[in-house]
């Protein structure tokens, strides 16, 4: 029991920093893995990526001009997120590209500016912060900034839900009943955006799509219904936190990689074990029914 | 004129600069069932487009009565079937025009989903889900979220493709049903056995009307031997349809052609 304790709680009972970053990491994947199963559904798990490099110009542009105060790099990070989706999601829906096509687009201009406005002035070193984060130094700010902006997603899920749902499932029927596609649509990509912009200072630009897709992919092979999907992604990236802090914390690894790694370890798992997973598929041999 | 449901006013539709409907005049009537027939690529799918409001007129308009609500079933669904939904969370969509986006689904309402599904012979599938649907059995769930949204305009576009003889016949008595709650109604078919013995009115295209009316006079063989001629490619070099310049061949409908602006039409109500 004691030794239990060691491993789980003590950490995190005595540890001022290893509370906050578990505060701050269960927030994320609290808005962002519901945002993840979306992304999957609507066949997008790369635009978070691409996304995720898209905001790497204005995070830069906020860190030259004010140093790594996370305010600034947050705002800067949210404009350039917000004009790579508006941009590549207007193309996309006004002209005959597809959003992947356009995504890439946008998605590649913008990280080079990005890479260039970091090489001007920053080391190299510099960047490797702005890319992977610092889970374990969240201070009041950033956690505030974390909470405000699962607050918003949240909410705005819940007023959108039906919309969402509508236009992921019969985008044609939606635009027959109501005028809302298109604005769910840049809705939607918005969460994306604020929701990566959220996690890039605890866990860099690059992991922070991590946390958004592995558990809505490993939920993907749990359930064939969305609502229970995004209950199980949440749960699943609640453990995968727990998990990767824990694993961080004792064997000394980077705690963003060792949370990412978690959800990964989970997501195998899924594919194999899951109710609609491998094993059940093709090895266990169903009794089959009459009709 | 009130029993009016849908005027079209010189409506050009199409893609580009090339329309696929040229130059309608004309009237739907309320309570009205309407074929509409005509070659591939005769702008009968475009014509549904364009009365549902998802494509909007190169020029002219249409003008839906006040307080009309249309319910469009399209040829080419835009459905994702590997999406993770219930055959019950499809129908529901239908209640959209009741509900909207926020208004909670009430006990009455998930009774309606359960009536509609049992009058399209689907009764007990509310849980399966989608991707495990015969495509007949899409098209009939398809049709009772048609009949959730008790919509006042019906449009359905060819819904009898992919669907055995048995379920036609009962999408048909659905559609019959329908006509008698003096519903408007128009469907694009192929078939023109089914059209003749089921439908009253027909509408014969081919880029512009060229019959329209009673359908044992508009199926006349020399209407049809004129819709069978007509070129469905376009050609890029057309000439520009002009002010005062007759472009089109054989029009049906006269129509004057002084309010004539490809491109800046209204938006369909």
């Known amino acids: ?291 | 004129m009130t029993n009016t449901c849908l005027t079209f006013r010189d409506l050009t539709l199409g893609y580009g600069s090339h329309p696929a409907i040229h130059h309608l005049d004309g009237t739907i009537r309320k309570g009205s069932l309407t074929a509409v027939v005509g070659a591939n690529g005769s702008g009968k799918s475009t014509l549904m487009k364009g009365i549902v409001g998802v494509l909007k007129p190169m020029a002219g308009e249409v003008i839906r009565a006040p307080g009309v609500r249309a319910a469009y079933l399209p040829q080419q669904s835009e459905l994702d079937r590997s999406f993770p939904a219930r055959v019950v969370d499809l129908v529901s969509l239908g209640l959209w025009p009741r509900r909207g986006l926020l208004g909670r689904y009430t006990k009455e309402d998930r009774d309606d989903v359960s009536k509609a599904l049992m009058a399209v012979g689907l009764g007990g599938f509310e849980k399966r889900p989608i991707d495990t649907l015969s495509g007949g059995q899409l098209q009939r769930t398809l049709f009772a979220r048609v009949l959730l949204q008790d919509a006042d305009l019906i449009l359905l576009d060819e819904p009898f493709n992919a669907v055995d003889a048995k379920t036609v016949g009962d999408l048909i008595a659905l559609i019959k049903h329908w006509h008698g709650e003096e519903r408007t109604i128009m469907v694009v078919v192929h078939d023109l056995d089914l059209v003749r013995q089921n439908f009253p009115e027909t509408l014969l295209l081919a880029r512009q009307p060229i019959a329209w009316g009673e359908t044992r006079e508009t199926l006349k063989p020399d209407n049809l031997l004129r819709a069978r001629r007509f070129h469905e490619a376009w050609e890029e070099n057309a000439p520009w349809c002009e002010p005062g310049e007759d472009a089109h061949g054989d029009d049906h409908h006269g129509h004057d052609h002084h309010d004539h602006r490809h491109g800046v039409g209204p938006r369909a109500a």
């Open chain 1, 1 to 291: 029991m004691d030794m239990l304790y060691g491993l789980v709680i003590a950490p995190f009972a005595d540890f001022g920093f290893m509370q906050r970053a578990l505060i701050g990491s269960l927030m994320l994947s609290l808005g962002a893995c519901p945002i993840g199963v979306f992304l999957m559904l609507r066949r997008m798990s790369l635009s978070g990526d691409a996304m995720a490099h898209a905001i790497l110009p204005g995070a830069a542009a906020g860190f030259l001009f004010y140093g790594l105060e996370i305010l600034p790099m947050t705002i800067g990070g949210l404009i350039a997120g917000v004009i790579v989706a508006l941009g590549a999601g207007a193309v996309s829906r006004f002209t005959i590209q597809r959003e992947d096509a356009s995504m890439a687009a946008f998605y590649l201009i913008s990280l080079a500016i990005g890479v260039l406005m970091v090489s001007i002035r920053g080391s190299s070193v510099d960047l490797m912060h702005v890319l992977f984060g610092t889970v374990l130094a969240l201070n009041d700010e950033a956690l505030t900034l974390i909470g405000g902006i699962v607050a918003v997603t949240l909410v705005s899920l819940a007023i959108f839900w039906r919309a969402l749902v509508a236009e992921c499932l019969d985008p044609l029927f939606l635009r027959s009943v109501s005028r809302l596609g298109s604005p769910v649509h840049f809705i939607f990509l918005g969460l994306v955006v604020l929701n990566l912009v959220g996690g890039f200072q605890a866990l860099g630009t690059l992991l922070s799509v991590g946390l958004m897709m592995l558990p809505a992919a490993a939920a993907r092979f749990w359930t064939a219904r969305v609502e229970p999907m995004c209950v199980l992604a949440v749960l699943i990236g609640f453990a995968s936190c727990v998990a990767g802090l824990l694993l961080s914390y004792h064997a000394s690894l980077p705690s963003g990689p060792a949370i990412i790694l978690s959800a990964g370890v989970v997501y195998f798992a899924s594919i194999l074990f899951g109710t609609r997973g491998i094993l059940r598929a093709r090895i266990i041999h169903h009794r089959h029914r009459t009709a």
